[in-house]
């Protein structure tokens, strides 16, 4: 949730419309870790919708055993074929766009380790032209670091 907010301002810059449904869990992760993976695809979002009319949706779901965050907007989206290569380091849908908006290609290839890493899964599912939607789960307890505190969304009494 915290990721979230904290990028609202610079949506509402852009006049992209970020909207979400956090609640608040209890996992046991990296929280740092755990907040840029959710922070590098909301701006990702926004670098691929069109600033004045976009938006941007985060869905957050509590499973039995995992966690499930998908990042979903309106943007130009992504050709079926570039798909598979979006995880690579260095790799760039469009080298124009980002150049013009900024990226370097590492951000999802930083994600996908970030998200092994917690022993869970990331993936795209696009149609050029209709927006992407980027989905990572996480358990919400991972054995080699189920000794740590509960982090990103933490249950709280203020949490809203």
Do not use: W
């Amino acid at each position: 949730e915290e990721s979230v907010k904290a990028l609202v301002p610079q949506a509402e810059k852009n006049k992209i419309t970020l909207s979400h449904n956090a609640e608040s869990f209890e996992i046991f992760h990296d929280a740092a870790r755990v907040k840029q993976v959710l922070t590098n695809l909301i701006k990702n979002a926004m670098i691929a919708v069109d600033p004045e009319r976009g938006e941007i949706k985060v869905i957050m779901e509590e499973h039995p055993r995992e966690i499930q965050i998908c990042v979903k907007d309106n943007g130009m989206g992504i050709p079926k074929e570039k798909q598979k290569d979006l995880f690579k380091k260095f790799y760039q849908v469009d080298t124009t766009l980002t150049r013009e908006r900024g990226g370097s290609g590492l951000g999802l290839a930083i994600c996908k380790g970030i998200i092994d890493n917690h022993g869970g899964k990331i993936s795209v599912e696009s149609e050029e032209g209709k927006g992407a939607a980027f989905t990572f789960t996480i358990p919400k307890n991972a054995p080699e670091i189920a000794q740590r505190k509960p982090t990103l969304g933490t249950k709280t009494a203020h949490s809203s």
